[in-house]
């Protein structure tokens, strides 16, 4: 089983600042098949990437998604907001499909 | 419009069997590369995959819930459920219904959940 570690756990930021998450696996993800959600209080999950890189539809172009094999990166360019939740990313390469940890992004 | 909708008992008792249904719209589950996952969350923390379904009726269950797991589907209400056995207070959480459009694959759309405590 691929183990997703997402780091940091949590980050401070202020609107309009840029956003950096990190997730590296355990195992090489094949094909980048990785995805990132959106998690806010509440709520289900929401797609915003899927294979690494191809934003989900209606998602604006501040989030964009980088990496390959191991380690994979979720850009948010400038923060709104609405934007400040938790981010899980997910590999569906091998079975079975598994989760990271999640990593919130706070207003400081 | 495509949704889910996940209905259950809101308490179940420690070692009781927990069925949940997932009810879905706007898509097929007999189409090809359809999915549909079980997913859940316990109060604060991540994530995990639970089992799925898929248009072929071909079903994958968690490492290691897979002994107390059953996915099914019934194709023509439009539904899937999930029963797990020998609920326990570790199992309380969040339970989500999430499709997949292409296989075993991201998660587009998902439900709003239905949260299952376990207590006596």
């Known amino acids: 089983e691929i183990v997703l570690t997402q780091s940091p756990g949590t980050l401070s930021l202020s609107p309009g600042e840029r956003a950096t998450l990190s997730c590296r696996a355990s195992?090489?993800?094949?094909?980048?098949?990785l995805a990132w959600y959106q998690q806010k209080p509440g709520q289900a999950p929401s797609l915003l990437i899927y294979g690494a890189s191809s934003r989900a539809t209606g998602i604006p172009d501040r989030f964009s998604g980088s990496g390959s094999g191991t380690d994979f990166t979720l850009t948010i360019s400038r923060l709104e907001p609405e934007d400040f939740a938790v981010y899980y990313c997910?590999?569906?390469?091998?079975?079975?499909?598994?989760f990271g940890q999640g990593t919130k992004v706070e207003i400081k | 419009q495509v949704t889910l909708r996940e209905s259950g008992p809101a308490l179940v008792k420690p070692t009781q069997t927990l069925t949940l249904t997932c009810t879905f719209s706007?898509?097929?589950?007999?189409?090809?590369?359809?999915?549909v996952s079980w997913i859940r969350q316990s109060p604060g923390k991540a994530l995990e995959w639970l089992a799925l379904i898929d248009w072929d009726d071909d079903k994958y269950y968690s490492t290691s819930l897979k002994t107390r797991l059953t996915i099914s589907k019934d194709t023509s209400k439009n539904q899937v459920v999930l029963t797990m056995t020998n609920m326990d207070p570790v199992d309380t959480a969040t339970y989500y219904c999430?499709?997949?459009?292409?296989?075993?694959?991201?998660?587009?759309?998902w439900g709003r959940g239905t949260l299952v405590t376990v207590s006596s």
């Open positions: 706007g898509f097929s589950l007999s189409t090809s590369g359809m999915c």
């Open positions: 195992q090489s993800v094949s094909s980048s098949y």
């Open positions: 999430a499709r997949s459009p292409v296989g075993l694959g991201y998660f587009d759309l």
């Open positions: 997910q590999q569906y390469g091998s079975s079975p499909q598994t």
